[in-house]
């Protein structure tokens, strides 16, 4: 999988940035080790621009819609996501491991907005209509991200 953008015109000097304007597509091959169900048309949209030091400097917006299974009823919810990616290329490559050389006509830009879009899959999401979901059962019950007080200890909060 690849997202090439072509720089040779930058590189040479002919263009002073180039714009990306992209929308991409991940295939079940690359989602495989996620919690990420599905992710398509992510929109890419930015530019590439060369410093006075031929440093290459990314500028782009990735925002799209990732479906992640609920936390409570595993059925697929939709989460927006939108985030930004702005730096020297070579130093953004060396963060993920990722090797680059000033000199290239083409960069792939695919591995630096993967990993900027794992960051954003939240700890747990919960489907809008749970409506359907059992709390309480035979000796059990959901406990949520309220706090729960034990009785009996309640009264030493008095002390503190």
């Known amino acids: 999988m690849l997202l090439q953008i072509d720089i040779a015109n930058l590189h040479s000097g002919l263009e002073d940035f180039i714009t990306i304007d992209e929308t ?5 091959e690359m989602l495989k080790n996620t919690e990420i169900i599905e992710l398509n048309d992510v929109k890419i949209t930015g530019d590439i621009t060369k410093n006075s030091l031929d440093e290459y400097i990314i500028d782009v917006v990735v925002t799209g819609t990732m479906v992640l299974p609920c936390a409570l009823t595993l059925k697929p919810v939709d989460y927006h996501f939108e985030t ?17 050389e000033n000199n290239q006509k083409t960069i792939d830009i695919l591995p630096i907005i993967w990993e900027n879009i794992l960051m954003e899959i939240p700890i747990k999401v919960v489907s809008d209509d749970i409506s359907d979901v059992k709390t309480k059962g035979d000796g059990w019950e959901l406990i949520t991200d309220e706090k729960v007080v034990n009785p009996s200890l309640a009264k030493l909060k008095d002390l503190l």
């Open 84 to 100: 930004e990616i702005a730096g020297n290329l070579a130093q953004i490559f060396e963060e993920f491991g990722e090797n680059y």
């Open 24 to 28: 991409y597509s991940f295939n079940k």
